[in-house]
Each structure stands twice: as structure tokens, then as C-alpha cells.
């Protein structure tokens, strides 16, 4: 399909393990987001792409928190060491231009993590 | 700091209904302001904007006027339907920078015939 692409939908991780998250985004969509949404609340920002550079990881809430995007396209969220509070939905959007402030990102339909 | 606050859900509306969704916010210098609207089984997808002050967006039916002087951006929306049944969120992008997102915690909305 055309849209963003989240892979797995749902994770289930025993406390302590590794868990990576994937995205595909929307071919030749330059800038590239992290969002985490807890149950019952707003997404909060995670991290930011543009390209293969990550200019702006101030959301992410510690460094067992990790996300790449080596070539520009696909990106990982990879989570270490996992603790029930991770557990949410990790969404990733993507947007086509640099820094056209429209507002209008696409989003995937997320990875649920449950951590037990 | 920049913030959205949405009134709480759920709201429950019958079908034709008036709808109002209140949502106010903190913003230094002259944020852009967005509604997006989560289906059920869907990802978010944005409903309208509006990018300064006493802009409108509309869509679907759908309104809201950004008003810097009360800091708010309320959604309307004079007749709902069953299918408008979903969870809706304000969003604000600071000035300058980059299409940085920042939300309210949403407003569940449930439309009965």
C-alpha cells in the first residue's frame, strides 16, 4: 500500500527483554517521527528524522530508548530492558518536505506494546 | 513551555446532534493549530487547520476558528453523524522549527442513531 506501514501490530514482551518496533514510511518522505501514546492519552513526541539524521531525540524518556534510520527510509525504535511503563502504542509518521510547517503528517497504525 | 488541553470524554451525542470539542493551549510566539481525528481501527489523520490568527479550517463539515486572543481552537460541527463516532485531538506545530506535533490527551466521541 501507499501509507505509512508499522510492523508488528502488537507485541507482547516480558519485563527485561528487547523489543524493536518497525517503520516503513511513504516513499520519499524525507522527515520521519516517533510518537508514543499511552492508553487514554495524547501521542507524545518521541524523536525526529530528517533523512538518516536524527535531529531532535529530546522526547525520548531514557536511554534504554533507542531509534535509527541508517539509510534514509525504513526506521527501528528499539526499546531495551523492557518495564511495564513502555507499555503503549508507538506510532511513526512521515511527512515529504524538509520544513514546510503544514501539520499534515501520515501516520501508521501503530505497534501496541504490552509489557508484562 | 507549548501545551493542548482538550475538554474530557467521552462525549455522547445522538445523531444530528450540535457538536462542540473544547480545546485551548500554550504557545510562545504563533503556533499552527490542527485537529486530527483517530477512527476506529485507523491511524490519525488530520481533519483541518488553521495557521494564524482568525483563520478557520473546515472539513467534513467540520469547523474551527483559531482565536489568539482566547488561545483556543474549538471544534464544531453543526449536525454529527454515527460515523463521526471517534477519538479527536488538538494539536499545535510552535513557531518556526519543524512540523513538530504537539497534542492534546483527545476527546472520545460516540454518536448514537
Known sequence: GAGVSQSPRYKVAKRGQDVALRCDPISGHVSLFWYQQALGQGPEFLTYFQNEAQLDKSGLPSDRFFAERPEGSVSTLKIQRTQQEDSAVYLCASFPLKRERTGELFFGEGSRLTVL | ????????????????????????????????????????????????????????????????????????????????????????????????GYNKLIFGAGTRLAVHP
Not at chain 2, 467521552?10 to 485537529?35: D, K, Q, R
Not at chain 2, 488530520?46 to 478557520?56: I, Q, W, Y
Request: aromatic share 12%.
Open chain 2, 1 to 96: 513551555g507549548n501545551s493542548v488541553t482538550q475538554m474530557e470524554g467521552p462525549v455522547t451525542l445522538s445523531e444530528e446532534a450540535f457538536l462542540t470539542i473544547n480545546c485551548t493551549y500554550t504557545a510562545t510566539g504563533y503556533p499552527s493549530l490542527f485537529w486530527y481525528v483517530q477512527y476506529p481501527g485507523e491511524g490519525l489523520q488530520l481533519l483541518l487547520k488553521a495557521t494564524k490568527a482568525d483563520d478557520k479550517g473546515s472539513n467534513k463539515g467540520f469547523e474551527a476558528t483559531y482565536r489568539k486572543e482566547t488561545t483556543s481552537f474549538h471544534l464544531e460541527k453543526g449536525s454529527v453523524q454515527v460515523s463521526d463516532s471517534a477519538v479527536y485531538f488538538c494539536a499545535l506545530t510552535p513557531s518556526g
